[in-house]
């Protein structure tokens, strides 16, 4: 909250941000190099979740809709939090990307085991079940584009440091969740969790393809939906079936005890 007291006024009176408008300077927070880190506001933690999706940083679309998001509220006069909450519920995992992770949550049983019918709800009638964060809570952009993994944030210094401070934060507020994290980045930072003991192994699930639309031939043969002969050789099926095999796994015995 109070970050986002800082730049509540600026976003106020700033200009909607277009599909191609860079994030302003004005809420830049650093720039080491080629890395930029800047504010939007992503702060809200949804303390009655029984599960966390966490991605690596909120991309250029995420943060220009939770921007947008947040002036609009900011003019009507809505509280602080309730600002902090429906900017994170319009941005988060917004975009293509929302429909593969509906896809792969349905496949793995998250709606049975949460009690719903489909993942959809999450992103609606049930978002109150479901948090969804970034291993680094703010956009950060190298050379002016979404940082994808590189340089790898545990080991550069004010990537760590955001993982070390916010989202161990958040793991702490929601110390019995179930933990998604999306991709080898982000579930670097969860095994680094697990190893410290801040996590047990059973709370995280590890493996799952990242939604991203360029991942669509990892996702379709993780759904079994494309067969191994066909895969182009940017797959390697062999780690998919471990994956695939370990979360159905781990899922049914969570299941099981629900």
């Not at 809200?44 to 947008?68: D, H």
Request: with cysteine; hydrophobic share 40%; glycine share 6%.
């Amino acid at each position: 909250m109070k970050q986002f007291s800082q730049f509540a006024d600026i976003i106020e009176n700033m200009q909607p941000l277009g599909s191609n408008d860079h994030l302003p300077e004005s809420l830049r927070l650093t720039r080491i190099g080629n890395i930029e880190t800047y504010y939007a506001p992503f702060e809200y933690i949804n303390r009655e979740a029984r599960i966390t999706i966490c991605g690596i940083t909120p991309g250029l679309q995420q943060a220009r809709n939770a921007i947008n998001a947040a002036r609009q509220c900011l003019r009507d006069k809505l509280p602080h939090q309730e600002v902090l909450a429906q900017a994170k519920q319009t941005a988060s995992f917004s975009g293509p990307m929302r429909s593969n992770l509906v896809t792969m949550l349905n496949y793995l049983g998250i709606p049975s085991w949460l009690g719903i019918h489909d993942s959809e709800q999450l992103f609606g009638s049930h978002s109150h079940l479901v948090h969804y964060t970034s291993a680094l809570r703010y956009p950060v952009l190298v050379n002016g584009k979404n940082y994808n993994g590189t340089p790898a944030m545990l080991k550069q210094s004010t990537l760590r440091e955001q993982i070390e401070t916010s989202l161990l934060e958040e793991i702490r507020i929601l110390p019995d969740n179930l933990f998604l994290p999306l991709g080898p980045r982000v579930s670097e930072v969860f095994q680094l969790f697990v190893n410290q003991g801040v996590l047990s192994q059973d709370q995280v699930l590890v493996g799952m393809p990242h939604p991203s639309g360029a991942n669509a031939e990892r996702i379709a043969y993780f759904l079994e939906r494309k067969p191994r002969e066909v895969l182009s050789n940017k797959v390697n099926p062999d780690t998919i079936d471990r994956a695939r095999v370990a979360l159905l796994a781990k899922m049914s015995a969570l299941s099981e005890t629900a």
